[in-house]
């Protein structure tokens, strides 16, 4: 262990002129993110090199049949280096990155892609995970992950006019105004049929009911990408139905799937294989059946379930997990078009190579919610131990984190134990596998 002290007063010879002055929230919450400078040297091994070789290109199939009259993508936000170096130096690319050594991964069409363990947090590897992508249907899981412990699946609700305001020819589960369904029912026709109408009526009641109720939802939904450290993510639908300035990335969305398999009901409805929508006597609607769209729960042995999506502009998006030997992993494609395969295919055969790797192999980590919480400052931490015994204070349902203070006080010998305590705790991933393009 003689390396840390070493690698702790290198890091601080960075970090302490910082720590001297205030920073803003959301940059400091995205720098207690990021592995510090000495442990990404280790990651990627001589980074001076590595950045000047070519990224590698992602295996592609040769497309069966090309789409046509697709509309043109929209413009993502420029690269942020403090987003992308998120969970790992080596995730900051717009190429492929697997472990050292590793076996290729499988051809897919998904522009982006991203495999990692849920369990460890281990990223085991991807294509462009950090690249900004448009979401399409997948963002109902962020929406799962933001209010789905708020409602209570048994209460029943009426539905109303404005829960059918959806895109045209979008898909829908088929409620009706007037028609009454449990909130139970309507996450399954979320994540079976993925159904754009019970979207709205989620959203609309989780954020009060009222004509206001799903922008506020949509405004918790961010909130919530902002405390998992998912800070490619911006909603604008709580669908995922195409709206200006919508994005989210490979990596973000294993940060969201990794909070929505922690929920027991998500786990449950995303692996039921047929549900049932009731009748409506009194508006003369019969009942009917619908089924989960997601093919790998019937094909795949192991599968979690998870969540497929498509729209004519983000194409086909999907997310999904399973498990095999004692191990978890989840898979997140984007952009991604179904010829010669579907997208829970690309998602079966990037889950087969991620289990056909070896448990230690990674290229970069999940962070946690614990990563980018702010830390109180070296102040207001003295207010309060002499104030009496701390009380857990409530973290903001949205809107960014306070700004973080760093009292100049500080002593350097604090800085460098913080250091290294939290260098003997990081996982050192192996270096990915960097060569020049052919």
């Not at 989620?202 to 922008?215: C, E, F, H, S």
């Not at 902002?226 to 200006?244: E, I």
Request: glycine share 8%; with cysteine; hydrophobic share 40%.
């Amino acid at each position: 262990m003689a390396v840390i002290p070493r690698l702790a007063a290198a890091a601080a010879s960075v970090l302490l002129p910082a720590l001297l002055t205030a920073a803003p929230a959301q940059a400091a919450v995205r720098a207690q993110a990021a592995p510090p400078p000495a442990a990404q040297a280790q990651v990627v091994g001589a980074p001076a090199r590595a950045r000047a070789q070519a990224e590698i290109p992602c295996p592609k199939p040769k497309v069966i049949e090309k789409p046509k009259n697709v509309p043109p993508r929209p413009v993502p936000p420029p690269d942020n280096p403090a987003d992308t170096a998120i969970g790992g130096p080596a995730l900051a690319t717009h190429g492929l990155v697997v472990p050292l050594g590793a076996k290729p991964p499988p051809a897919v069409t998904a522009t982006t892609w991203m495999v990692a363990d849920l369990d460890t947090g281990q990223v085991l590897g991807g294509c462009g995970p950090h690249v900004h992508q448009t979401p399409a249907s997948v963002q109902k899981t962020l929406l799962a992950a933001t209010v789905m412990d708020k409602l209570d699946p048994r209460q029943v609700i009426t539905a109303v006019p404005s829960d059918l305001k959806i895109e045209a020819h979008s898909s829908a589960v088929g409620i009706v105004p007037g028609g009454r369904y449990s909130i139970g029912t309507l996450w399954l026709g979320l994540l079976l049929n993925s159904g754009n109408d019970a979207a709205n009526a989620l959203a609309r009641l989780a954020g009060g009911g009222g004509p206001d109720g799903v922008a506020r939802t949509v405004a918790a939904m961010n909130a919530e990408a902002k405390r998992l450290g998912a800070f490619q993510t911006h909603a604008v639908t709580p669908s995922g139905l195409d709206g200006k300035g919508q994005f989210t990335s490979a990596y973000d969305l294993a940060l969201i799937a990794r909070e929505d398999f922690t929920k027991p009901d998500f786990r449950r409805y995303v692996l039921t294989k047929t549900a049932y929508m009731p009748a409506q006597p009194k508006l003369k609607k019969p009942g009917f059946q619908f089924q989960n769209e997601n093919k790998l729960i019937y094909n795949y042995p192991g599968a979690m379930g998870g969540k497929t999506g498509f729209t004519t502009v983000a194409r086909t998006s999907y997310m999904s997990a399973a498990q095999r030997n004692g191990r978890r992993l989840v898979v997140t494609l984007l952009g991604a078009e179904t010829r010669p395969m579907r997208g829970w295919q690309q998602g079966e055969a990037l889950l087969n190579w991620g289990f056909s790797l070896p448990r230690d192999a990674s290229v970069g980590t999940l962070i946690t919610p614990a990563d980018v919480a702010p830390r109180p400052s070296a102040e207001s931490a003295a207010a309060k131990t002499s104030a009496g015994p701390a009380v857990p204070e409530a973290r903001a349902a949205s809107g960014p984190p306070r700004t973080l203070e760093i009292a100049a006080t500080a002593s350097v010998a604090g800085v460098l134990a913080l250091l290294a305590v939290r260098l003997r705790a990081a996982r050192k991933p192996r270096p990915p596998r960097q060569q020049p393009t052919s």
